[in-house]
């Protein structure tokens, strides 16, 4: 476990000057990942998103490593075709065979849970040796905060609105972990920026997995979540606390949840920050706000549960 | 000069004939998704890969967008990379057409050209691979089972180019060449080989030591600007293909011409046409000259870049002419392939007569006797008893 003296002597793999939001939690999530690479060299691409046209605006890139952007649904299948040509040139020769490389796709919630699921599903299917991070903020804020199948239930987002009939989002958000876990791809899990040793060592073992790997990491946005930028890691870290967001990897088939110091808190704590749920606490949605804790409640006991069945034999 | 090479005589479909071409190419990486009446290509390829006669990463992916995706990584990252596709599968891979084209990626990709839906239906025109027209990639089209090889070989040749570095669709109509078996002349491999080379990538994505950012977002400031270099590589990759082309025209003993002009230096009436069809219509045009009509045939090989010149010198001196063409264009006069004739003809000064037809959409059959009414058609549109425009050939 790398800790906070060692992490910072690493090579720094997403230059500064980019044109992320101040506090954008894509950049966040980006560092420490790659920081799970060590010295290693790697190569990266991002789907459509905040996180590439701020990165990688002509003629200017803010990445050390070789970076790839192609389209909005394909982060995975372009990686898959870098990680085919690796294989197809290293086997002709015209790649030394002691040379390793990592390979690592970046995509949002809207890239990864709804248009890119599909090229993502079929890239981890097919064994691609890579790491796929979704950086999930819980909608499409690229195009000014529309909901995804990521944005939580109730929230409030430019096309699911807040009004007389209608109070946010009407539909539980898409478990995409436990959809990636029935893959039965060698590696998956569940990390928080905020959480950054956690994250940091659960891309060090996706990057030293042999298959392919896929992290989902919270990664807020202020703009879109309605907070202050400087919030970002302490919202972030509000998800863990209140069980929205628990922290848990598969690792070969075993189950293993991060434990988290203290009693978990109400998940009123996330929610009354951030002003995307603030019509939640306005008279008459208290059913709501109950409903939300107990399909928070029943996430986290779900999580719970695998991480009890599905757990190392002892 | 290169020497004329040996050639063994074969009995092969098209798609046996591209799958040779892949199999001598040995590309480093082919990523496929299965179409009717594409799939021969990649089932004769996986055989190739099962049996280690190419070295290739396959890639089955889970669908065409994704195969175009997966072959711009791969060929990014510095890789020989082709695939192949038809129809809806170029329909659903059309986002990330021009991509590979606009990032200057030499991705070779076989079409069995088929109509598009609706009404679903798996037999050959050419509206998949003219929806596809104004991509960037380069456009050949493959007369026969000979040809389909031929035109892969010199598209694989003319994408890898350090002078092109563009992609290429190698386009062969559907079952009626991808499927009918024909006589062949398959190149040794050892000569195939050589004159295939490999590729060397100008900015592989592999080369850490020297990272690079492929992809990149590009705004109004420069934008404009990319798009007048990408149309100044296509049509500046005319040279490349003619000396290619003529390279392998010397090794294999085939001619190759971006028009090819049948009897059209006397002729009064000529028929222009792409890929299969044009047998017929040089059928035709042999019984009529046995009584005494000067007929001519101007097939067109290389649509992208379109060849105006030689098409205006196989065109010049007739009466009357007639475009045929295999894909709608709704609500507008003519089709693709007679808007070019036009553009061609008008930009010369030539104030040839031209009609055109619209022809054998989603299979339908293209006999002798549509030909016949064509010649027949260009002798009242050159005396002027009928007008140019554009008629359904043999429609119930």
Same mark, same amino acid.
């Given at each position: ?7 910072? +002597?690493?090579?720094?793999?997403l230059a500064g000057g980019h044109r992320l939001?101040?506090?954008c939690?894509a950049s966040?999530?980006v ?13 990266c691409?991002s789907?459509?998103g905040c996180l590439e046209v701020s990165t990688t605006v002509?003629?200017y890139s803010s990445w050390?490593?070789?970076f790839?952007h ?26 030394? +065979? ?8 970046f ?73 990636? +876990? ?36 919270? +990664? ?95 | ?47 190739? %890969?099962? !049996? ?8 089955? %992916? ?14 990014? #990252? ?42 679903? !239906? ?24 000979? *040809? ?35 006589? #062949? ?24 030591? !020297?990272?690079?950012a492929?992809?990149m977002f ?15 590589? %296509? ?59 000067? #007929? ?31 894909? *709608? ?26 009609? !055109? ?11 002798? *006797? ?27």
């Amino acid at each position: 476990m790398a800790n906070l003296k060692e992490l910072s +002597a690493l090579p720094e793999r997403l230059a500064g000057g980019h044109r992320l939001c101040g506090g954008c939690g894509a950049s966040i999530c980006v560092r420490q990942v790659l920081m799970g690479a060590g010295d290693a060299d790697v190569v990266c691409s991002s789907a459509t998103g905040c996180l590439e046209v701020s990165t990688t605006v002509y003629p200017y890139s803010s990445w050390k490593t070789p970076f790839i952007h192609n389209a909005f649904a394909n982060s995975a299948a372009t990686m898959s075709g870098v990680e085919a040509a690796y294989n197809g040139l290293k086997r002709a020769g015209k790649i030394p +065979a002691d040379k390793e490389i990592k390979f690592c796709a970046f995509g949002g919630d809207g890239g990864t849970y709804d248009i890119g699921l599909q090229s993502l599903s079929g890239a981890m299917e097919r064994g691609h040796n890579m790491v796929y991070v979704c950086y999930d903020n819980g909608a499409y804020m690229n195009t000014g905060i529309q909901r995804s199948s990521a944005t939580p239930h109730g929230a409030w987002a430019t096309t699911s609105e807040v009004g007389s009939v209608q109070q946010g989002k009407q539909q539980r958000r898409k478990d995409l972990t436990s959809i990636m +876990a029935a893959h039965h791809i060698p590696y998956v899990a569940q990390a928080s920026i905020s959480n950054w040793r956690d994250l940091v060592n659960k891309a060090e073992k996706a990057f030293n997995t042999d298959g392919p790997a896929f992290i989902d990491v919270m +990664a807020p946005c202020p703009r879109g979540w309605r907070i202050k930028s400087d919030e970002t890691v302490e919202i972030a870290r509000l998800a863990v606390e209140t069980g929205f967001w628990p922290l848990f990897e598969i690792d070969h088939g075993v189950w293993k949840m991060t434990p988290v110091r203290g009693e978990r808190k109400p998940l009123t704590e996330f929610l009354k920050p951030q002003g995307r749920f603030k019509h939640l606490f306005k008279p008459g949605n208290e059913q709501l706000l109950e409903q939300l804790q107990q399909e928070c409640d029943e996430y986290y006991a779900y999580v719970e549960r695998m991480c009890s069945l599905y757990a190392e034999e002892k | 000069m290169a020497e004329r090479a040996e050639q063994k005589i074969v009995s092969a479909t098209g798609n046996m004939m591209v799958t040779e071409a892949f199999r001598q190419a040995d590309p480093d990486v082919v990523c496929a998704y299965p179409i009717t009446p594409q799939t021969t290509i990649v089932e004769g390829f996986a055989k190739c %890969v099962a !049996n280690g006669q190419v070295h290739t990463e396959f890639v089955t %992916v889970e669908s065409e967008h994704s195969s175009m995706s997966a072959c711009i990584g791969s060929a990014q #990252a510095g890789a020989r990379t082709f695939t192949a596709t038809s129809s809806q599968g170029l329909a659903y891979m059309y986002e990330e057409l021009p991509i590979a084209a606009g990032m200057r990626l030499p991705i070779v990709m076989a079409n069995a050209n088929r109509a598009i839906s609706a009404p679903i !239906n798996i037999h050959c025109d050419h509206s998949d691979v003219m929806g596809a027209r104004d991509t960037g990639w380069l456009l050949f089209f493959a007369e026969d089972a000979q *040809e389909a090889y031929d035109n892969t070989m010199i598209a694989i040749r003319t994408a890898e180019d350090k002078d092109v570095q563009l992609p290429v669709m190698t386009t062969l109509d559907g079952f009626i060449t991808t499927h009918a078996m024909e006589r #062949a002349e398959l190149m040794n491999d050892e000569a195939a080989k050589e004159f295939l080379g490999e590729r060397t990538p100008l900015f592989p994505l592999l080369d850490t030591e !020297n990272p690079i950012a492929a992809g990149m977002f590009a705004d109004q400031d420069s934008y404009f600007e990319l798009h007048k270099a990408l149309r100044d590589a %296509v049509t500046a990759s005319k040279p490349v293909i003619k000396r290619i082309g003529d390279e392998w025209a010397e090794l294999s003993g085939r001619p190759f011409d971006f028009v090819d002009a049948w009897g059209c230096d006397d002729a009064d009436y000529i028929i222009v046409v792409l890929g299969s069809a044009a047998g017929n219509a040089r059928h035709q045009a042999r019984l009529l000259r046995e009584k005494g009509v000067k #007929a001519g045939v101007a097939r067109i090989r290389v649509f992208r870049p379109f060849p105006y010149e030689e098409l205006v010198a196989a065109l010049h001196g007739a009466k009357a002419v007639a475009v045929l063409d295999r894909s *709608e264009n709704f609500g507008g006069e003519y089709g693709p392939v007679g808007l070019e004739v036009a553009t061609a003809l008008y930009n010369a000064k030539e104030t040839i007569p031209l009609k !055109n037809y619209m022809f054998g959409l989603g299979g339908h059959d293209v006999t002798l *006797e549509q030909m016949e009414q064509v010649y027949e058609d260009l002798e009242k549109l050159a005396a002027g008893t009928i007008d140019g425009s554009i008629e359904y050939l043999g429609n119930r």
